[in-house]
């Protein structure tokens, strides 16, 4: 009897899937966050009998056959690519992406992360960092004697001086792109790192190249929906249950044989 192996696959499959929802609720106030969907496959067939065998004598072939399945698999988790609204905060350094697209950050070890979480920093020697300290690319310094500063929809970051009129330009506050959002390894703090399924980083200015825009004053907000992860939530708690009811119907069918005298 393989109904025993073939209800524990789907026990597991339904807690992966908790564990995914529970992920995401639980990031429901982090800044830029992009839900999880987990997503499964059926595993392999045993063939009792082909579809298409020849049954008889004269040529008569079987429309369907007897495929039994062995269970389920999880194949991936993948993000969902959805904007989260935005907030309005007034903090000069907080930016918004307004669609595709990721701030670049230099890590410790010289690597390239890449982040939606705008809440900008500025450090003691007046680097624009993260919350984390990471330097935001291309490596901006605001001098000590900067009054304030403004970050337009295209990047440019101007500063203003109490000795002067016209604001300066600082530089150019770039955004990058991947082919395939879903391919991009999470290493956790809002992070995100490269890889060979997500393809190399496509740096532009934004608004251009079909990045997005920034609006300075705003964080994208978690865009993570309760009601649908609740729903995803009692939904994987009922395929748990089922599954398990499948285990004891087995074993009572398995004592049952047992029993026979």
């Known amino acids: 009897m393989k109904a025993l192996q073939i209800a524990a696959t789907g026990m597991a499959a339904q807690q992966m899937r908790v564990d995914v929802v529970s992920n995401n609720l639980a990031n429901m106030s982090t800044t830029g966050y992009s839900p999880r969907r987990a997503e499964f496959a059926d595993l392999h067939y045993q063939q009792v009998t082909r579809p ?3 049954s008889a004598s004269d040529g008569t072939v079987l429309p369907t056959g007897i495929q039994l399945g062995l269970g389920v698999r999880p194949t991936s988790v993948s ?3 959805t ?7 007034g903090g000069e350094l907080d930016l918004a992406i307004e669609g595709r697209g990721y701030l670049e950050v230099t890590l410790p070890s010289g690597l390239s992360a890449y982040t939606r979480d705008g809440g900008l920093k500025r450090s003691g020697d007046g680097q624009i960092v993260t919350s984390d300290g990471h330097a935001v690319a291309p490596g901006l310094t605001i001098p000590e004697d900067a009054r304030t500063l403004s970050i337009n929809a295209a990047g440019e970051v101007y500063v203003y001086f109490d000795d002067r009129v016209e604001p300066e330009l600082l530089g150019q506050i770039t955004l ?3 082919t395939n959002d879903r391919g991009l390894e999470a290493i956790g703090s809002n992070l995100f790192l490269e890889t060979e399924a997500s393809g190399p980083p496509l740096v532009g200015n934004p608004g251009e190249d079909g990045l997005g825009t920034l609006r300075q004053g705003y964080l ?3 865009a993570v929906d309760s009601v649908r992860e609740v729903t995803e939530l009692i939904k994987a708690q009922r395929g748990y249950e089922l599954n398990a009811k499948v285990i004891t119907a087995a074993d009572q069918m398995l004592a049952a044989t047992t029993q026979v005298r």
């Not at 904007?83 to 905060?89: C, S």
């Open 176 to 178: 990058a792109g991947f």
């Open 52 to 54: 298409g065998t020849v």
């Open 220 to 222: 994208e907000e978690s």
């Open 83 to 89: 904007q989260g609204a935005l907030a309005q905060t």
């Open 79 to 81: 993000v969902l690519a």
